[in-house]
């Protein structure tokens, strides 16, 4: 229908081995598409922990139900994944798909069918036959290796036009952990929750309660603030796993200085991922970074930015490569945070156009015009009444866009 | 660039003389093609009282500061409409151009300056000059005729492509009264308030504050019950003025019986003109409504019903006659309000495609994709769990709206 987004990567990245973590991934007929990858296996070393952060859809996914049941225990030993039907909207027979899967896995894995997280990716509405993926897990299982990666992040695409990857390492005291991880999404992504599918797994040894309170964090710094069309989807699943297989000083609390790094290098890896997203944005044609100061808080920026990250106007006219900064002051107005208009002040590429509520005299458009004709689009807007800074991430909205959606299910 | 709204009708409606009202419409030279209309006056007989309903922006255009300043009077005697500037983000040069074009139109229509109401509508940020609109009222008002209906609609357009107008008849007691107005406005349209611009008129004597009531009440079930983009404009604006003229008993207050049929009429009216701005939005090929019923308040199902309405993903569905109604769940789960999946059932065309969460036994697809074959269509929504219902009205996402806004302004 529509070709490679232009910003894939030449390659998928040399992603490094995690200890505890073996993953597959494989095309094993669940997709109408027999060669498409479509199921993914993670197996995770006794007394890996675990952390997410789910769609906070009121019709949620029977897999996001259990996800949501499950992770209050911590305790994570498998993970499977299927694209193509999302199990969302499929009542009983959906949880009992569940169910029957998270079994499955649990005796081939030697586990609890409450250590098996699940997600599901794809089609609203289809019923999942129970058995579909529990009679494809042994193959899979024996396919299970320390560095599948590509496989995996191949296995949970759905309309993504390329695999998503990214891996940072972090120090904790004297030792070097990993972290890593994989995504998947390219539309109905907005934020509250944003992110579509991620999974990251570390071999740092961090107890549940910390490793949710720095995922939450880091959460809010990449997935939850993209957007593509605004749309949050049934199915939106991060999770974090933590094998512990590293040895470093022990990780009591949250707020414990010994994770800085680690902290910081979770940010990067999320934000890595999720700016892949975006730039897997369907149809997307410019990557757009808002940076938001001057707000009345840091929430409050986010809003603004994504206020303007949202507009439909906004993103038609940077498609069109107009620089029609009046539709910024449309969506900072929309957003219902506190502004003064006679102190806004907005930039793009670096360029001033406007400043305290009025366009700065001269204003030459020329080079913003040359700016807006690239790949990449910076737009900054100063709000002018407090601190409140945020950085969201969004891409424009094409004729691809409708292209896309206007018929892929049928 | 795109041709008229395939709903656009044949002609324009014959709207009726409102007593007490002249307009005229004309093309004044504001705009870049000087055949375009571009300014509308309208002159109010003495004892006018009005009504309005500005956008809720935190930037709001210059005419709608006036305007929520002069409100609170509740009197009026004359309106300015340009369209082609909005007069938005114009700094002090934009307060100074409403003031002066005040001066002028009360200085002609022998009135004070508080008592004109003064709307804008095109480009954000570029100054309109001082002089220009008062330095052609004078010959505006030349024309000031009982019956200019549709040259006043053609002076507030923009992108519009067609006029819109729209008239009722009320009884108020024994005495017939008249309700007529005009709206202009096809993108940048959202709730919140949602009205572009429209402006009503009737021969009604109705004190400002009941006017206020019954507008308030009209507005919620018609242009803030529609959606095109989800953008909301700098520049929202409805007003409604009551000329006083008619013969009738005395309305003293707003839940005065008397004012029921007025009721009626003043709806239907702004429905009319309401939906005539859906059926013109930017692209439109479809032309949607959408009724939520069982929802746990009158406000919570206008809340979901515009989350689906505002859902890109809807809407190119809708647009690819694709009867995806994965999507529409998504959009129930997204909209924040209350929800249980596993009572949520949906219709299109009449056909009951989910019941208490599932997709209904044998549920044959081909009468659903016949109706969206169509230029209606109607989806309904029970969320099964209390009584709240509303209707919202929207329209496709097509390759014309990214065509139109994609350069609007180059």
């Known amino acids: 229908m529509t070709g490679v987004s232009p910003f894939a990567p030449q390659r998928f990245p040399a992603l490094p081995p995690v200890a505890g973590l073996r993953v597959a991934g494989a095309a094993t007929g669940l997709k ?114 320390d560095q599948a990666w590509v496989d995996a992040a191949r296995a949970i695409m759905t309309t993504d036009t390329f695999p998503k990857g990214a891996a940072r390492r972090a120090r904790i005291g004297d030792a070097e952990v990993t972290i890593a991880g994989i995504a998947k999404g390219s539309g109905m ?28 964090r880091g959460a809010d710094r990449s997935f939850n603030s993209i957007t593509v069309d605004s749309d949050t989807s049934t199915s939106d699943t991060l999770l974090l796993f933590a094998t512990g297989q590293a040895r470093h000083a022990k990780i009591t609390h949250a707020a414990d200085p010994l994770l800085r790094d ?11 991922l999720a700016t892949q997203v975006v730039k897997d944005g369907e149809g997307a044609s410019k990557f757009i970074t808002i940076d938001v100061t001057g707000a009345a808080s840091a929430r409050a920026a ?8 949202n507009s439909p106007l906004v993103k038609t006219a940077i498609a069109g490569e107009d620089a029609n900064w009046g539709r910024i002051v449309m969506a900072v107005g929309k957003a219902g945070e506190e502004a003064d208009r006679d102190r806004l002040s907005i930039a793009m590429g ?33 709000i002018g009444i407090g601190r409140g800074r945020a950085r969201v991430w969004t891409c424009d909205l094409t004729h691809d866009y409708i292209a896309i959606n206007a018929d892929y299910r049928s």
């Open 189 to 216: 992504i907005a934020p509250d929750m944003a992110t579509m599918l991620s999974f990251v797994f570390t071999d740092a040894k961090v107890p549940a309660a910390v490793l949710q309170a720095a995922l939450r």
């Open 302 to 309: 986010r809003r603004i930015g994504l206020s303007i990250a």
């Open 350 to 382: 670096g360029v001033q156009i406007t400043r305290n509520g009025q366009p700065v005299p001269d204003y030459d458009e020329a080079p913003v015009a040359r700016h807006l004709k690239g790949r990449n689009v910076d737009i900054a807007v100063d």
């Open 262 to 272: 680690f902290r910081r290098a979770l940010e990067e890896t999320l934000i890595d």
């Open 32 to 145: 109408k598409n027999t060669e498409a990858y479509d199921l993914l296996l993670a197996a995770l070393a006794p007394g890996t922990t675990v952390a997410g952060v789910l769609t906070r859809s009121r019709c949620p996914s029977a897999p996001v139900d259990w996800c949501r049941k499950i992770l209050p225990r911590g305790r994570a030993r498998g993970l499977v994944v299927n694209s193509g039907n999302a199990n969302a909207f499929t009542g009983v027979a959906g949880d009992r798909t569940v169910a029957l899967t998270a079994e499955a896995a649990a005796r081939l894995l030697d586990a609890r069918p409450q250590e098996i997280f699940i997600a599901s990716t794809g089609v609203i509405g289809n019923v999942l036959s129970e058995h579909a993926i529990p009679q494809r897990l042994p193959a899979l299982a024996d396919g299970l290796a």
